[in-house]
């Protein structure tokens, strides 16, 4: 990402206009606040399912599916009462802005185009809707040519050596290093969003929408890198042409962007850490004296969510604390319909009656292996054959495994695939694991509902006693889970 940046100029995204070009003002049609979304699968070729991802107003990620038909497939709709990030979440990692009351039709990726194909009822989104597949191509070549070190040499690297890149960029043990070559990635992508700008036909919405993606995926991984870092002394200077300022974290019309939440909560983190905080409480009001408006409430409510998602009681003082202040309330309504759930949530019987099947064709109720394993910790990896992240993360699960493979630990694999010839052809890397098994009725299943696991990859850490430690820890490539094992393995 790379230009002397213009002054970070705050507009309302809420009421965004999508011109049919740039010259173009005419507003879209609010009223029925809804995307509708429809698959047009070829039965004559070889087509992957289409899972698709987006995040909730209250920080959820939601999944939408659908798998090869005869014909079309019965069209879905989501809120779209402001643009959405629609993220494909099987193939290649790719994002899509997409606009209130756009009807999109998709293609799916065969051996012809291996990126999904999407067409708009909107004029002129061709282009558009193609700029995360070229910025991705860009950002891979990127990394090609700038951090070789950290990726093979003999090809292009694909999305998992990208991701693998920059998480060497953060934890760069020179931190300043780390930053040079974030800021020279921002910098780079910075200056294709101008090229592609210049070259292509894009509504200046559009542009204002990525631009502000871009440099919201910057601040997250320089507050990350920062946070991991032994000194954690934070002068602005380092951050060339960003633009920082105290008002870069209040942006309240930059929630529906996903960099825009990693990078609050980041900076949020980062903070914590720069003052040695360690309680919720003082997280907490850390979070209420440092933010503002909707931005304050977004964070806020994540810490109280967070203890929802560790299966523990919501702290009652704080609950009333963030309602005096709270404006959403969705995020009211979800706290409370949520602390009620748990206070009726019995920890031994997590699954329910959750069937699964076992690689021989048996049915099997996986409250029955869960206990077959009392007086150990148990480690669930949630993953499913399409999930490219899941794929990725199999490896480090397996070096996980074999790293306290002499300690009272157990680690079972729950496929979410719909299909089993699905299941049985992928996960090379578990296919001997014992415990390895799909889940029927997938994301329907009791476990899915009762955990409310609505994105995977997704690991629950169960303690000796049956108690959920955690019900959504670090992922295996995280050093952050060896330290809450370690806890759990502790008499």
Same mark, same amino acid.
């Given at each position: ?311 523990? +009681?919501?702290? =009652? ?5 963030? $309602?005096? &202040?709270?404006?959403? @309330? %969705?995020?009211?309504?979800? !706290? #409370? ?80 695939? +719909?299909?089993? =010839? ?5 996960? $090379?890397? &578990?296919?001997?694991? @014992? %415990?390895?098994?799909?889940? !029927? #009725? ?50």
């Amino acid at each position: 990402m790379k230009i002397n940046f213009l002054v970070f100029t705050v507009f309302i995204i809420c009421s965004c206009n999508h011109p049919s070009d740039k010259n173009a003002n005419r507003s879209v049609n609010h009223s029925e606040d809804t995307i509708q979304i429809s698959v047009k699968f070829n039965s004559k070729i070889k087509e992957e399912p289409v899972n698709l991802l987006f995040l909730s107003k209250i920080d959820d990620n939601k999944i939408i599916e659908f798998y090869k038909t005869d014909t079309l497939s019965v069209a879905q709709k989501i809120p779209g009462m402001i643009p959405i990030f629609l993220l494909d979440w099987s193939i290649n990692q790719n994002y899509y802005v997409l606009y209130p009351n756009e009807k999109i039709l998709i293609s799916p990726a065969n051996d012809t185009f291996q990126y999904l194909r999407f067409s708009s009822s909107l004029p002129n989104r061709n282009d558009e809707l193609s700029f995360f597949e070229k910025l991705g191509k860009h950002d891979i070549s990127f990394y090609c040519n700038h951090a070789k070190k950290g990726l093979i040499n003999n090809e292009p690297p694909n999305k998992g050596d990208l991701i693998m890149a920059r998480m060497k960029n953060k934890k760069s043990a020179n931190t300043s290093t780390a930053i040079g070559r974030i800021d020279s990635f921002f910098h780079s992508r910075i200056d294709f969003l101008l090229s592609y700008k210049k070259n292509y036909k894009i509504s200046d919405t559009f542009y204002r929408i990525v631009e502000r993606f871009i440099r919201y995926d910057y601040f997250a991984d320089i507050f990350e890198t920062l946070s991991n870092s032994d000194n954690r002394q934070f002068d602005k200077k380092i951050l060339s042409g960003s633009d920082f300022n105290d008002g870069i974290f209040n942006c309240d019309s930059c929630l529906f962007i996903p960099s825009y939440r990693w990078a609050l909560s980041r900076y949020s983190d980062f903070l914590m850490k720069q003052k040695a905080i360690s309680t919720l409480s003082d997280s907490f009001n850390l979070v209420k004296d440092s933010f503002k408006n909707n931005s304050r409430d977004y964070l806020l409510f994540s810490i109280l969510k967070t203890q929802i998602n560790k299966l523990s +009681k919501v702290d =009652s003082t704080l609950l009333l604390a963030f $309602k005096k &202040i709270n404006t959403n @309330k %969705e995020y009211a309504t979800y !706290l #409370d319909e949520n602390s009620s759930y748990l206070n009726n949530v019995e920890k031994s019987r997590m699954s329910g009656n959750t069937i699964v099947m076992d690689r021989a064709g048996n049915k099997l109720d996986l409250q029955h292996i869960l206990e077959t394993h009392r007086n150990k910790v148990i480690l669930i990896d949630f993953w499913a054959s399409w999930c490219k992240p899941c794929i990725y993360e199999l490896p480090f699960s397996i070096k996980l495994h074999e790293k306290f493979s002499k300690n009272d630990i157990v680690f079972i694999y729950l496929s979410m695939d +719909k299909k089993l =010839s699905d299941w049985r052809g992928s996960g $090379k890397e &578990i296919e001997s694991e @014992k %415990e390895n098994y799909i889940v !029927l #009725d997938s994301f329907d299943s009791p476990i899915a509902k009762k955990l409310k696991i609505l994105g995977i990859p997704r690991y629950v850490l169960i303690d000796k006693q049956s108690a959920v430690i955690s019900a959504d820890a670090p992922r295996p490539s995280d050093v952050g889970i060896e330290s809450l094992i370690n806890k759990a393995l502790v008499p």
